[in-house]
């Protein structure tokens, strides 16, 4: 059974950090794509990063600079390292793992974390 389990989320003030972790089972950790979405109130999910199997990043724009995204094969984990908060990253974040195989995608999200920025 393929588990995504996210931690790491709460509530912290402006300005200050937070790591997530995205915790892997049931799946060959280190040939699948991750990415980390987020989803505020009222709003579509979003992209913030992503991290291809061999450790190639990319950003939404808004968290360039602030947001690092990484991973740990041996560990099955994912992280998104999150500095310099704002009230607008106020969302639900998941994790997202994906894969093409064969011609057929394999796709996994986590239950999600919530982060509030707020003071």
């Known amino acids: 059974q393929v588990q995504l389990v996210e931690s790491g989320g709460g509530l912290v003030q402006p300005g200050r950090s937070l790591r997530l972790s995205c915790a892997a089972s049931?799946?060959?950790?280190?040939?699948?794509?991750m990415a980390w979405y987020r989803q505020a109130p009222g709003k579509q999910r979003e992209l913030v990063a992503t991290?291809?199997?061999?450790?190639?990043?990319n950003y939404a724009d808004s968290m360039k600079g602030r947001f690092t995204i990484s991973r740990d094969n041996a560990k099955n984990t994912s992280y998104l390292q999150m500095n310099s908060l704002r009230p607008e990253d106020t969302a639900v974040y998941y994790c997202?793992?994906?894969?093409?195989?064969?011609?057929?995608?394999?796709?996994?999200w986590g239950q999600g974390t919530q982060v509030t920025v707020s003071s």
């Open positions: 997202n793992a994906v894969r093409s195989l064969m011609g057929r995608r394999y796709e996994y």
């Open positions: 049931g799946i060959s950790f280190s040939l699948y794509f």
């Open positions: 991290i291809t199997s061999g450790g190639s990043t």
